[in-house]
């Protein structure tokens, strides 16, 4: 798992606390991925990632394709990699006599990499279907569908009661596992994508 700050420094901020682990040990965590015959993992996920696929990539350094497949099955990998429980690594076949793949922090580490690398930009669908579709509530689901209709091509608004965007991303979840930046990150990129934010409608 992630390296943590030391308790005197985390104890002087709100912020998250965890270290980036080295890339040279991500890589090895992905090869570790490739000696399962059974990827138990894919069961485990709620949101049935390929976690296999982009393990073996990152193994290869092909992080670039690593994120390419994370975005095909998760929209928001920056949410997940932080705050999902990780049933994949409960059930990682390896976990039976050896430590679980940290799968988790593969994931982050992927779109992390890809934030600072310029990698993620927005992609706004080429083709509008002209049909509009409100979204009620801008929690992780609402988000989500939002994200998906608007890669179809619909006109999308989402609307919330509140006048923060993000639900329980950022109403729910502290920011030492959570950061505010990470959801208005991308809340910032489905905006350039085309979605449409209404707040204070309930």
């Not at 928001?76 to 922090?105: H, Y």
Request: aromatic share 8%; charged share 30%; hydrophobic share 35%.
């Amino acid at each position: 798992d992630f390296e943590k700050q030391p308790i005197k420094e985390r104890l002087k901020h709100w912020g998250e606390f965890y270290k980036e682990m080295p890339e040279e040990e991500l890589m090895a965590q992905g090869a570790r991925c490739m000696d399962c015959g059974v990827p138990f993992c894919q069961e485990g996920c709620p949101i049935n990632n390929i976690i296999p696929d982009w393990n073996d990539l990152v193994h290869r350094n092909q992080w670039k394709d690593a994120l390419e497949r994370l975005h095909k099955t998760n929209n928001f990998p920056e949410f997940t990699g932080r705050v999902c429980p990780a049933p994949c690594e409960n059930a990682c076949v390896l976990g039976i006599t050896d430590p679980a793949v940290t799968i988790k922090n593969i994931e982050v580490s992927i779109i992390e990499r890809a934030y600072k690398e310029g990698w993620v930009k927005p992609q706004p669908p080429k083709v509008r279907l002209g049909k509009t579709v409100a979204v009620i509530g801008s929690g992780p689901s609402g988000l989500a569908c939002a994200d998906q209709l608007n890669k179809q091509g619909y006109h999308v608004t989402v609307y919330e009661k509140s006048e923060v965007l993000g639900g329980l991303l950022s109403l729910g979840i502290p920011d030492f596992k959570l950061e505010k930046g990470v959801v208005e990150r991308r809340l910032k990129r489905m905006a350039q994508e085309g979605v449409k934010f209404k707040t204070k409608v309930n």
